[in-house]
């Protein structure tokens, strides 16, 4: 598995996940991709194998269940009042464990800090049947 993190989040993130395994993930600004359209990440990540990783569920999670088959997609979701590096860090921490041993091909996984600081974990499938 690989991630190619969204420039909505930081850099960091790929690195975390480079350092735990996943030596392919990036960052969309690594790739030159910052402030390309959505549907253009998402058929890069589709073509490229990446999970997609965001915090802009309203806009992916729909692009993604177009799509027949997809590496997966990853939403971070946190109020902007609550968005930090340190929350970033951790909530996709928090995803990977979620991963382990796990295929997301054609799911969403997301990661939500809820107002009352509980995480809340859903995950489901998607894409054209």
């Avoid at 735990?20 to 998402?42: C, I, M, N, Q, Y």
């Avoid at 058929?43 to 806009?59: E, H, K, M, Q």
């Avoid at 979620?98 to 998607?126: F, K, N, P, S």
Wanted: net charge positive.
């Amino acid at each position: 598995m690989k991630f190619l993190i969204d420039e909505c989040l930081s850099p960091t993130l790929a690195a975390i996940a480079r350092k735990r395994g996943f030596p392919e993930s990036t960052h969309v600004s690594w790739l030159g991709l910052r402030s390309r359209k959505d549907w253009l990440l998402v058929r890069r990540a589709i073509r490229d194998g990446y999970v997609l990783v965001t915090n802009d569920t309203t806009d992916f999670a729909p692009l993604m269940e177009r799509e027949r088959r997809h590496p997966g997609l990853i939403c971070i979701n946190v109020a902007h009042s609550l968005m930090s590096l340190g929350v970033q860090t951790n909530l996709f921490e928090h995803a990977l464990v979620q991963l382990a041993e796990v295929d997301l091909a054609g799911q969403v996984l997301e990661i939500t800090l809820r107002t009352d600081h509980m995480v809340r974990v859903d995950r489901y499938v998607t894409g054209v049947r």
